[in-house]
Antibody, heavy 117, light 112 residues
Framework: EVQLVESGGDLVQPGGSLRLSCAAS????????MHWVRQVPGKGLECVSY????????NYAGSVKGRFTVSRDNAKNTIYLQMNSLRVEDTGVYYC??????????WGQGTLVTVSS | DVVLTQSPLSLPVTLGQPASISCRSS???????????LNWFQQRPGQSPRRLISRVSNRDSGVPDRFSGSGSGTDFTLKISRVEAEDVGVYYC?????????FGQGTKVEMK
């Protein structure tokens, strides 16, 4: 089955860190650019980051630049999102999504990140 | 950033009747590769977004043909020819032409 499965979401205090994972299966993972997208209550959907097939090209939304780092392990069919210096406004559901040349054609079920004291 | 403005934000619908959602972009979504990277997603309660339409008007596999997309440049429309009960949810347009990719605010479709 073609799917993406996120994990790692948790409750963390402001200023803390968290690492999310997204495991892919059912397709040739190394052929696809991958993204992280978050859904923040009351603010809708936001594209957070992307990574190229070989991991050499990455980019971030301005709101997370310098705090989040995306990476991938093609041997494990997994992408990661290292989130540091977390803020209350980072609270939300984080999805990984497959990039079909400018279009998200596959989403995971999401993992909930809650930043609160 | 490219701003996508959807209207209406709330759309009460009647079973069997048509429905239409507009998405307007703050700049042209025509990419240098010749494609217009405008997508439509449906998000049912408690679920992840599901793509319905890519490249303005290409319906995804398994998407009922009552859904159609149209438009160009900065103005786009998603139409449902005859609304069914399973169409309740929130609909988003999204552009993948310029980073950061951005979404519209969402249109909540609910039964009258």
């Amino acid at each position: 089955e073609v799917q993406l499965v996120e994990s790692g979401g948790d409750l963390v205090q402001p200023g803390g860190s968290l690492r999310l994972s997204c495991a892919a299966s059912g397709f040739t993972f190394r052929n696809y650019w991958m993204h992280w997208v978050r859904q923040v209550p009351g603010k809708g959907l936001e594209c957070v980051s992307y990574i190229s097939v070989d991991g050499r090209t990455t980019n971030y939304a301005g709101s997370v630049k310098g705090r989040f780092t995306v990476s991938r392990d093609n041997a494990k069919n997994t992408i990661y999102l290292q989130m540091n210096s977390l803020r209350v406004e980072d609270t939300g559901v984080y999805y990984c999504a497959r990039d079909d040349h400018g279009h998200y054609d596959l989403w995971g079920q999401g993992t909930l990140v809650t930043v609160s004291s | 950033d490219v701003v996508l403005t959807q209207s209406p934000l709330s759309l009460p619908v009647t079973l069997g009747q048509p429905a239409s959602i507009s998405c307007r972009s703050s700049q042209s979504l025509l990419h240098s590769d010749g494609d217009t990277h405008l997508n439509w997603f449906q998000q049912r309660p408690g679920q992840s977004p599901r793509r319905l339409i890519s490249r303005v008007s290409n319906r995804d596999s398994g998407v009922p043909d009552r859904f159609s997309g149209s438009g160009s440049g900065t103005d786009f429309t998603l139409k449902i020819s005859r609304v069914e009960a399973e169409d309740v949810g929130v609909y988003y347009c999204m552009q993948g032409t310029q980073w950061p990719w951005t979404f519209g605010q969402g249109t909540k479709v609910e039964m009258k």
